[in-house]
C-alpha cells in the first residue's frame, strides 16, 4: 500500500518549490509524483501545423520524488508522517503519525 496516492493534499518539504501546497496529480512507478502548480518548468515549443500545436514557451508540471512530498494534515496544517495499520474488519487503513487521526476514510 502506497502511503500518498492520486488525489493526496500534499506538501513539499525539499527543493526550490518547499512550503508549497498541492494535490497529486498521478504517481509514477519510479517513485516519483506529478503535483498540481509545482516544480513547474518552461518548455520552447515548435509549432505544428499538421497536428494543431501553437508554438510559443510553455509551462507545465514536471515530477518529484516522493520523499520531497508530504501528506498534508489538515488537523494540524501541517506535513504529517504516514502510517499503515490493519483495522478489526482486515482493511488497512493509512494514519497520521502525529494524532493517529485515519486518513482514508
Known amino acids: 500500500m502506497r502511503r ?26 519510479d517513485d516519483r509524483v506529478l503535483v498540481e502548480n509545482v516544480n513547474v518548468a518552461r518548455k520552447h515549443q ?27 494534515n489538515p488537523a494540524t496544517s501541517k506535513g504529517d508522517r504516514v502510517g499503515i495499520r490493519t483495522l478489526g474488519d482486515g482493511r488497512k487503513v493509512r494514519y497520521f503519525k502525529s494524532n493517529d487521526e485515519v486518513v482514508d476514510a
Do not use: Q
Not at 49 to 69: F, R, T
Open 4 to 29: 500518498i496516492r492520486k488525489g493526496d493534499d500534499v506538501i513539499v518539504i525539499a527543493g526550490k518549490d518547499k512550503g508549497r501546497r498541492g494535490t497529486v496529480l498521478r504517481v509514477y512507478r
Open 46 to 72: 515548435r509549432a505544428n501545423p499538421n497536428a494543431g500545436v501553437p508554438g510559443g514557451i510553455i509551462e507545465k508540471e514536471m515530477p518529484l520524488h516522493i520523499s520531497n512530498v508530504m501528506l498534508f
